[in-house]
């Protein structure tokens, strides 16, 4: 079992550092589909502030794989609590908020 687990620990290991290499455009690719599918995100420095909360996001989950992370020690980067915030002061309902980690996740 510790080998198995090791084994895993390398693997996440190697596509973290494969999906880092690629992080901008990946970034750039989930950006371009919450944009795509939530039109009431449009304007007024809201991209801005999902780019950032995507691309932390990602680094953040990065981190894990690459360097085995336990979960507990891993807290929602400033920029997604700063999105989050922006999009309630905005009246944006959170299911839309949901929507677009559910959009980034299926893509990642």
Partial sequence: MVEQTAAVDRELASVGAA?????SEV?????????HSSPQLRGDGIAKRINASVAENMSTVLDVFEHGTAIDDVHAPAAAHE???????RGIPVVALVRDYRIAHGHF
């Fill in 19 to 23: 999906v880092r290499r690629r992080l």
């Fill in 27 to 35: 970034t750039d690719e989930i950006c371009q589909l919450i944009m």
């Fill in 83 to 89: 999105n989050a915030r922006g999009m309630a002061q």
